[in-house]
């Protein structure tokens, strides 16, 4: 996701289009910044910031949902050109991803490169909460705080610093991680932002969220949120973001010098990102992912950690329901493990999930999901998931015709496929349940396991699909 905009044309149309509804009066005595002296050029942001980049993608599980996708590269490119003018660098490209991790945290790296976490999102109250929490991190890389800060820390040659600022800026458990990754130099944990920089990025993101049409003291209430949550939720934004003292009251002081009539807060996209992301199964947390060996993934629908195939153990007597947020419940063997994905989940036992040539295969479990779908009915749908299917297993071909069945109190579609493992090199026999959403989307549900096996597997199948309950408008259910 490194343009956007090539993919996304009209957001700097649809943004425009949304400002012209709010009005900005900045008033005089508004705080004047002053981005800090900077050793390092405007390029060598943008050379750190591309390198660090490379590195978050190693590391991090990043989302790629195009819906959730454009909805913050539109809020985020919104509040990028609402940077005054001083703070605009011509070299500089504001990029947005969303790390699928269920933490509390969002950072920025020098040159533009934007990572908010799912986790903030699904924390968010309101669009201006989450354009809060940007337009802080925006502010930031517009004062050139990570170079600034590292020239402060240091007198190691630019090469060395550079290669240090990923792991400090993030902070935490991903920001530990990426720093051993590569060569650690003293000064590293000086490079974290200091609390002026944190006054400075408060306060100038108040000013850019007030030249976008946001009301700045949303900002303020988003921070409430993180400090309120403290445990495994808070620290994580804080490690990098320490408070600079009265933040809130601070925020709030700079906010009265603003006057935004009409600013944008509730909007039909932020409520329709809300319901997409809790239709997603259960976002990781960042340790889950570092002890599982980072980001491995090179498919979207695949996400399992990387481990040598074993002895699979047998699928125990007893089932345990897993609940998939707000849209599904399903009962598996009590001693499989749940492994994260993108728009899915995969419950597979010990030995029956590996890593082969790149890629994240199970042998032996059931994975559970949904993806968009603009077909025209559910056999079409279905068709059209196998053809995904396909493209990652050449040899998969579907054993047998379409069986209408019910399961989740509604009507869906059974079939069976057949598959050679990229694991062992043996048949396997797969077995495709499918349903719609309320909004068109395929729910689905796959079970796997080798052929010879299979017969043995078929019952788990079909009892964790029989227990499966959604909740997306169909039906009552205990949710």
């Known amino acids: 996701m490194v343009q956007r905009l090539n993919r996304h044309p009209s957001t700097r149309v649809a943004a425009t289009a949304v400002a012209l509804l709010t009005s900005v009066s900045l008033v005089f005595g508004q705080t004047k910044i002053v981005a800090p002296d900077n050793k390092y050029s405007v390029q060598d942001d943008v050379k750190a910031g ?13 989302l790629r949902d195009d819906g959730v996708d454009s909805y913050v590269e539109r809020v985020g490119q919104r509040l990028a050109e609402a940077i005054p003018n001083e703070f605009q660098h011509q070299q500089f490209r504001y990029t947005f991803d969303v790390v699928n991790v269920s933490d509390l945290n969002a950072f920025a790296l020098p040159g533009g490169p934007m990572y908010i976490n799912r986790g903030m999102l699904q924390a968010a109250k309101n669009e201006g909460e989450v354009a809060g929490v940007l337009a802080h991190e925006i502010s930031h890389v517009a004062l050139r705080h990570g170079t600034a800060q590292a020239g402060k820390a240091t007198p190691y040659a630019v090469g060395s610093v550079l290669g240090q600022i990923a792991g400090a800026i993030i902070g935490g458990v991903a920001g530990q991680a990426i720093s051993l990754g590569s060569q650690v ?32 003291r949303d900002m303020a209430g988003m921070f409430q949120t993180i400090q309120a949550k403290g445990g495994s939720g808070g620290p994580e934004w804080l490690s990098s ?33 809300r319901t997409r992301l809790a239709r997603m199964a259960p976002a990781p947390t960042t340790e889950q992912v570092m002890r599982n060996g980072g980001n491995r993934r090179t498919s979207r629908d695949t996400g399992y950690p990387s481990r040598p195939p074993g002895p699979v153990e047998p699928p125990s007597g007893g089932f345990e329901t897993f609940d998939g947020g707000n849209l599904f419940r399903i009962d598996v063997p009590s001693n499989w493990r749940e492994l994260p994905g993108d728009g899915s989940v995969t419950f597979a036992p010990e030995g029956g999930y590996s890593e082969i040539q790149g890629r994240s295969v199970f042998t032996h479990g059931l994975q559970v999901g949904m993806e968009a779908s603009n077909a025209r009915d559910l056999r079409t749908a279905t068709r059209q998931l196998m053809e995904r299917l396909a493209q990652n297993n050449p040899r998969l071909r579907q054993s047998g015709g379409f069986t209408n069945v019910q ?15 990229d694991v062992t090199g043996q048949p396997e026999s797969i077995a495709l349940f499918t349903t719609r959403l309320n909004d068109g989307s395929l729910f689905f549900v796959v079970g796997v396991a080798p052929a010879n096996e299979f017969r043995a597997y078929q019952e788990i199948f079909r009892r964790s699909v029989q227990s499966l309950e959604l909740n997306d408008g169909y039906r009552n259910s205990r949710f």
């Open 50 to 62: 591309r390198e660090a980049a490379q590195e978050v993608a190693k590391q991090l599980p990043i």
């Open 185 to 216: 130099i003293p000064g590293t944990i000086f490079l974290k932002y200091g609390r002026e920089y944190e006054r400075q990025a408060d306060l100038l993101g108040a000013q850019i969220m007030a030249r976008a049409g946001y009301d700045p």
């Open 241 to 273: 973001h320490p408070n600079p003292g009265n933040r809130y009251e601070a925020i709030t002081r700079e906010s009265a010098l603003l006057r935004v009539s009409n600013p944008v807060r509730n909007t039909q996209e932020f409520t329709q990102l």
């Open 407 to 421: 399961f989740a109190g509604r009507q869906g579609l059974a079939t069976g496929l057949n598959n050679v493992s």
